[in-house]
């Protein structure tokens, strides 16, 4: 059986090295323009600074001309003196003046050139600030849903995540394409660039440290492959995996997988259910889509509940779960409800607030520009 890299859903060849690992912190960036014109604004504040100060004590000054400090004459003695030329035709004579240069123009000067090789300073300091927050990040990580996968399927489940309250620090993303870890960065995700089926990138992930593993590669002998490794590394984690096809759902709970979802058989069930019955099927779109703002949860009963059956319940209740078992709640053998039973509940939720939808529906991320974007699944 083949196997692809974990996050290539496509089939395509990603350029990364695959026995390696790159985790990608969320972080704010800006824009290059923006971050040379506040560069530029600071080296001239710093021009202006330096001028005022000399204007300020210019009478401790002498000009080789013999014409007394001005405006002008500060100005031209803070940029040549900041910029290191000198020329030594205007120059301190007073122990005021002299003290200030050395004291006020020398700490500006030395802010000046930092300014300057600004570029070059980040550059080089850029790696240990990465490893630094890396750093911090393993130490504060706890309890995270892991995604194996960051195509169609592995947006709409982080989706599904952020809407039903995970806060995006507690989301890692696993993908081979750089592009798709930049997306998850861009919604506030932890993302790692390498290949989840390998040990060293899902300890990069700090698999070991996870609450869930969701497996939503494109292929399904990668998803094998993941859930594998998984379970190898953490035998106690949920595993969810999402395969197309239902010959291979057995090879993923032989593996480890606790539960498996179909996605082509899923679909096609959707599709026949809408052409036979359109408005049953709309709602079920609806409900999967979060546009009626459904959701099935599990809870535990409420005291006042133990001891009813299931259709005297306020909330419409689809199954008990009992000793780890999901029962339907017309069963016959079903019974009552009982103290330690889960209810796999059907609840509506109140709408948002309009700009609360706008900002979520603006942190989705899409792909755009790339012949291949609708092939991921």
Known sequence: MPVTPAGGADGRVCSVDQSRSLLRIPRRVHPPLTTITWRLALALGIVVLGAVVVWLGR????????????????FYYSTVTLTTIGYGDVVPVSDTARLVNTLVITPL???FLLILVGTTLRALTERTRAQWREQKWRHKVR??????????????????????????????VVDVDREAVQDANRVGLVGVVGDGTRTAVLDRAEVRKAAQVMVTTGRDDTAVLAVLTVRRMHKRVPITASVKQTENAPLLRDGGADVVITSSEVAGQLV??????PTVGIVMEDMLSGGLDLRVLERDPAPAEVG?????????????VRDGKPVLYDDPGLGVIRSGDQLVVLRSTPPEPPAQVHRRRLRRPRFTG????????
Request: hydrophobic share 40%.
């Open 59 to 74: 009478d401790g000054y002498r000009d080789s001309t013999g014409r007394p400090v001005g405006w002008l004459t500060a």
């Open 109 to 111: 000067r030395l802010s």
């Open 143 to 172: 309890a995270h849903a892991l995604v194996i996968g960051y195509g169609t399927k592995g947006r709409a489940a982080v989706d599904a995540l952020l809407f039903r309250g995970w806060r995006p620090r507690d989301v890692v």
């Open 272 to 277: 026949g259910t809408a052409a036979v019955n």
């Open 308 to 320: 009813l059956v299931p259709q005297q319940v306020r909330e419409a209740v689809m199954a008990v």
């Open 370 to 377: 790339d012949p291949g974007d609708d092939q991921r699944d």
